[in-house]
């Protein structure tokens, strides 16, 4: 028998193994991570273990299109060699500056009718699965609908919650809802869906005392929908499309690729402990960057005056000492928020422009991204939403050297609001011209996916704290949720870390009071990650905020190089630690009402001289001392309720 005969015996006989099959498996290269595909009853389907514990139940898989319903009577058809996938890339705006990504893929052809309809694309890490679907194209169709995903994720009995509702559309302030904004109920059973229009990525659960699994999307842009994640019943969740209602009721819920096509990416993330929860890079190691940066891109820190003195404070006057406040604290720029088109005018920002640059403060300016979408009255109004005006300002801006733009109130997830987020990214790098987006879906992949991406708010943030007591009280709370949900996918703009002792300029006692120590404010600095920081800190927090706690502002960084979690459970407290160069930053946080006293092994920091330790009395004043591990290279530690600690090499 000739070589090319045993090629073709050999694949005559694959194909017939891959036709009794209905049952396969990819591991991570580390083993420990497993995922198995089956289409038995004709349905698709897959489920995870890790280190043989079941963390996803048999869970669906399938599309139902306008071309087909490819959710029941397809068979596995076809399954790819094992490829071992390894990257690396260098991405200074997410949690680790330096991500070496390894990973197995295989892809899963299912078919229906003996004709190919898409692959599944699974790539396994050692934490991490990451799947998609790639449809083929049908004779001569080459385009089509997506009208449900029966992609599911079945928890284990047993597991409880840590989710944020999805609001509904149109509602909230000056009807801009939905927009991320909502607060999370921790520790809660399955089996309810939320406000009733089910919750927000990421999504954590805890599967009892055997660990965690994250659950969420990346890689969504223009070509697709945000989503969500439905609860269908019991423990079974599934991915949901956009709500009728949103962008005024206008656009699809529906999404529409060509053929072939793909959809984003679905990203299950899975640890004995919250480690790797907290450090997990999916969200950035399965996309790619969708254009070149037109310029390297500075990050860095700034002030905003919106935060503590609101609308009436976007003046001129305002705005200069701001500049100046920027410059004393070092920093690198400033906000300018609503409304300065009607209080200030473009002649006079182009004059605080220059003014700041002789300073080294550059300047973000905020938009409204409407639109038709939703009444929210503060201007600029009418420009981000449409190319012409929206080009025309941006050549404006990079003629007055505006480093970036924060642009707020978006109209939800549709196709079409997916794909203004991505004309605007696209846009601002023509100029060169950073940006955040307020008021706004998460973000999905986005620091790597666009080069000029900065932040996304889609949090309860700091402007809560301004509007209500209630969010102050509940602040530490919130602070121990973040690391490990919403901030662990994407950079987050909470534009928090205020000094003030309450929310008003004169720092008086009226209006909201914080309720955390100065060394809280200093911890969540580096607990919450985005390269673009914008703290809540005034001017007179120069004089009356205590020496250290300045000094500490002044030299945090905002871009890092690792993390590490420490310790710590979801809505009670978090320990971690991340690096600078060659700084360690070891930043905690309590919201239990009693004093956390922990013994913390922090290896990292071993051998260092000259440690220092901030941390909180039990009145939460705070005070600077030196430090020396143990010979374990253990640190006791003490964190009171609303307090923090933060350790620095
Ligand atoms: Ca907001």
Redesign the pocket.
């Known amino acids: 028998m000739n070589k090319r005969k045993l090629t073709l015996l050999g694949s005559c006989l694959m194909m017939a193994v891959a036709a009794w099959a209905t049952e396969k498996n990819l591991n991570g290269p580390d083993g420990r991570l497993s995922v198995t595909v089956t289409d038995e009853g004709g349905k698709p389907a897959y489920s995870v273990t890790y280190g043989g514990v079941p963390f996803l139940m048999e869970s669906p898989l399938g599309l139902e299109t306008n071309l087909g319903d490819y959710t029941t009577g397809m068979s596995l058809a076809k399954v790819s060699e094992v490829e071992a996938l390894s990257d690396s890339y260098y991405l200074p705006n997410i949690k680790q500056s330096h991500v070496d990504y390894r990973a197995n893929r295989q892809v899963f052809t299912f078919s229906k009718d003996g004709k190919a309809i898409y692959d599944v694309e699974f790539q396994v890490s050692d934490n991490d699965v990451a799947f998609r679907y790639k449809l083929y194209q049908q004779g001569d169709t080459r385009s089509c609908v997506i009208r449900r995903e029966a992609t599911g994720f079945v928890m284990p009995e047993g597991t409880t919650t840590f989710l944020c509702p999805q609001s509904g559309p149109m509602g909230g302030f000056a009807r801009t809802s939905p927009?991320y904004?909502t607060s999370y109920t921790a520790d809660d059973a399955m089996g309810k869906n939320g406000w009733g229009n089910g919750y927000t990525f990421p999504c954590l659960f805890r599967n009892g005392d055997q660990g965690w699994t994250l659950v969420s999307e990346t890689g969504t842009d223009g070509g697709y929908c945000g989503c969500r994640l439905l609860n269908v019943e019991g423990g079974e969740y599934a991915i949901g499309f956009p709500q009728e209602g949103e962008m005024n009721g206008l656009g699809s819920v529906t999404p529409g690729i060509p053929l072939p096509g793909m959809t984003p990416w679905r990203t299950v993330t899975v640890g004995e402990t919250l480690a790797p929860i907290v450090e997990t890079t999916v969200a950035f190691d399965v996309v790619k960057p969708k254009y070149k940066a037109s310029q390297t891109y500075a990050y860095g820190k700034g002030t905003w005056s919106w935060i503590i003195g609101m609308d009436g404070s976007t003046n001129y006057d305002t705005q200069k000492a701001y500049i100046d406040f920027s410059a004393a604290m070092g920093y690198q720029s400033l906000l300018i928020d609503a409304l300065w088109d009607q209080q200030i005018g473009r002649e006079r920002i182009a004059e605080l422009a220059a003014y700041g640059a002789k300073k080294g403060v550059a300047l973000y300016l905020w938009y409204n991204s409407n639109g038709y979408w939703n009444d929210a009255p503060q201007s600029p109004r009418g420009i981000m939403d449409n190319a012409i005006n929206r080009r025309r300002e941006m050549a404006w801006m990079k003629s007055v050297g505006i480093r970036g733009i924060k642009v707020?109130f978006f109209g939800g997830d549709k196709q079409q609001t997916m794909q203004l987020y991505e004309d605007i990214l696209a846009d601002a790098n023509d100029y060169g011209i950073l940006v955040i987006f307020?008021?706004c879906t998460l973000p999905r992949g986005w620091e790597r996916m666009y080069p000029n991406y900065a932040s996304s708010?889609a949090v309860l943030?700091s402007?809560n704290l301004h509007f209500s007591q209630g969010s102050c009280d509940a602040e530490a709370f919130n602070a121990c949720l973040h690391p490990f949900i919403r901030n662990t996918v994407g950079s987050m703009d909470f534009g928090g870390s205020a000094l003030n002792k309450y929310y008003n300029d004169k720092n008086e006692p009226r209006g909201s009071r914080r309720v955390t120590s100065d060394v809280f404010a200093l911890a969540t600095a580096v607990l919450f990650q985005s390269a673009v920081q914008h703290f809540a800190l005034a001017p007179n927090n120069l004089t009356d905020a205590p020496a250290w706690a300045i000094d500490f502002m002044k030299q945090v960084p905002s871009t890092w190089d690792e993390v590490r979690f420490i310790d710590g459970y979801p809505g009670r407290y978090v320990i971690l630690a991340r690096r600078s160069g060659d700084r360690w930053y070891v930043a905690g946080v309590n919201a239990q009402k009693e004093t956390l006293k922990l013994k913390v092994r922090l290896p990292m920091l071993a051998g260092a001289d000259g440690l220092k330790i901030y941390r909180d009395d039990k009145s939460l004043n705070g005070s600077v001392k030196t430090l020396k591990l143990n010979k374990k290279q253990e640190a006791e530690i003490e964190i009171p309720a609303n307090g923090g600690v933060v350790i620095v090499r």
Request: glycine letters at 12%; charged letters at 50%.
């Open positions: 927009s904004e707020d307020h008021g708010e943030a402007e």
